[in-house]
């Protein structure tokens, strides 16, 4: 017990200095050729496998902070057999928490990273990612929901994979989710898989009616929220009526109440405009400026009309 607790505080000591050295290195790649270099890695992965599930966690908790957006670092995880135990730990778990880690950091490991994606796939990924929907922890689903989401935005062809392992059915069950984050992370998923036009659209459409009465049950639901609730929904509306139109190929009651898009929100397709506000007072000036009071007309003599910088210069069309 002495010893794991040691291990807990070397590795959060570590995790400590990995975050302040980020800073000095500029940039992970460089950190964690270092942290490869004076034996770091080794022992980051071995940590994955150690009897402690903080210590599994934690260990899982470094390897995310270091492969995020990285594709040097996510190749020298996958070069030090760092992989494995995540996979092992994912699906396999005792602790529900150290199973959380693990998977967090096995979808910053293979994203945008194809021989991680095949790797999770031939490590039979699928059916842990299948597990995790069925769990009933929250958090443990939206992380999986997230890396379903991506892995079918990235590869249509695997949509039929997904409807064979039973996902519409299991994504379906979570629309109704108490979770927000769970609905949301839902109905992305099943709109990923109605826009795939082979075996993917027809496994919704094959529970057409259930899909039909959960999105129409979804939809009552946000029509009798109060609307700071509704406020919050905003993505929830938007996802239900594209995939209302990608399943029905109309728009939803919602769309036709007005309730996608509110008054003073940007449609679910363009991104908020950020730099307008800032040009809006340009851009309602007025063209003319209004006729000089008689305290503006008389002139301080010192280049200015009451106050009023002049920019002296040729007239237009006059070469002198």
């Not at 959380?100 to 293979?110: E, F, N, R």
């Not at 958090?139 to 989401?149: D, G, I, N, P, V």
């Amino acid at each position: 017990l002495d010893d794991s607790k040691a291990y807990v505080v070397s590795l959060e000591v570590a995790n400590k200095w990995m975050e302040t050295t980020v800073v000095v290195f500029a940039n992970k790649t460089l950190l964690f050729r270092y942290l490869h270099s004076v034996g770091g890695l080794v022992p980051v992965i071995r940590y994955l496998r150690n009897t402690n599930a903080r210590i599994r966690a934690k260990a899982a908790d470094v390897v995310t902070t270091v492969v995020q957006n990285n594709p040097t670092s996510q190749q020298l995880v996958m070069e030090a057999s760092g992989f494995e135990p995540l996979v092992s730990n994912f699906t396999s778990d005792p602790d529900l928490t150290a199973r959380i880690k693990a998977l967090g950091a096995l979808s910053s490991l293979i994203r945008n990273n194809k021989p991680g994606v095949a790797a999770f796939r031939l490590a039979n990924g699928y059916a842990g990612l299948r597990d995790a929907l069925n769990s009933e922890s929250a958090r443990f689903q939206r992380k999986a929901l997230s890396l379903t989401h991506y892995l079918l935005s990235e590869s249509h062809s695997d949509c039929s994979v997904f409807a064979q392992l039973g996902f519409p059915r299991l994504m379906m069950r979570l629309v109704s989710s108490d979770d927000s984050g769970v609905r949301e992370a839902a109905l992305g998923g099943l709109l990923e898989l109605a826009k795939d036009t082979t075996l993917g659209n027809r496994s919704l459409l094959a529970d057409q009616d259930r899909l039909r009465r959960l999105l129409w049950g979804r939809i009552q639901s946000i029509r009798m929220m109060a609307p700071e609730d509704l406020d919050a929904a905003r993505e929830e509306r938007q996802l239900v009526d594209s995939l209302w139109i990608a399943c029905y190929h109309e728009p939803s009651t919602l769309n036709r109440e007005g309730l996608v898009v509110l008054p003073g929100e940007e449609s679910f397709e363009q991104p908020p405009d950020v730099a307008g506000r800032f040009f809006e007072p340009l851009r309602r000036a007025p063209l003319q400026r209004a006729a000089p009071s008689p305290d503006e007309r008389s002139d301080p003599g010192n280049g200015t009309l009451g106050g009023i910088m002049l920019l002296l210069g040729p007239a237009p069309g006059n070469s002198e």
